[in-house]
């Protein structure tokens, strides 16, 4: 192997552990990530997670005098609704530089989608020694 393409393998080689690490930070900051979202009324607040997970519903003492069952229910599933929507808006936009133009964001964080489903394969190159024997 010429050392000038050696050069360009080590450049991409660098480039690409670079980018590695770049996606490495925005994984642990969506791991991070939560959402709370808030009736108008105050009587209803959810926190959801990185992935859309409920981690939490708080109630308003008041709201048992206030609404209906049928009422609260809407509520509730309003506030995890708009929680969720805004951590999928956060994620699409940490995930942005990482999205090749064109591919649906849908596509990459449908369900069952992984951190290594953005890394290619790993690359093997052959040692300076093999180099010689050819």
């Not at 133009?101 to 489903?117: T, V």
């Amino acid at each position: 192997m010429s050392d000038e393409f050696r050069m360009a393998i080590d450049e991409l080689a660098d480039e690409y552990n670079r980018q590695a690490a770049q996606l490495r930070e925005t994984y642990g900051k969506l791991n991070e990530l939560t959402v709370t979202a808030r009736s108008d009324d105050g009587m209803v607040t959810v926190t959801v997670g990185p992935r859309g997970q409920v981690q939490n519903i708080e109630l308003d003492p008041r709201v048992y005098r206030k609404l209906s069952s049928s009422e609260l229910s809407r509520s509730i599933m309003e506030q995890i609704g708009v929680a969720t929507g805004e951590v999928s808006a956060r994620t699409q936009e940490l995930m942005a530089p990482f999205v090749p133009d064109g591919l649906p964001y849908e596509e990459l964080f449908g369900e069952g989608a992984s951190f290594e489903s953005f890394l290619p394969q790993s690359v093997n190159l052959p040692s300076r020694e093999s180099e010689g024997r050819r």
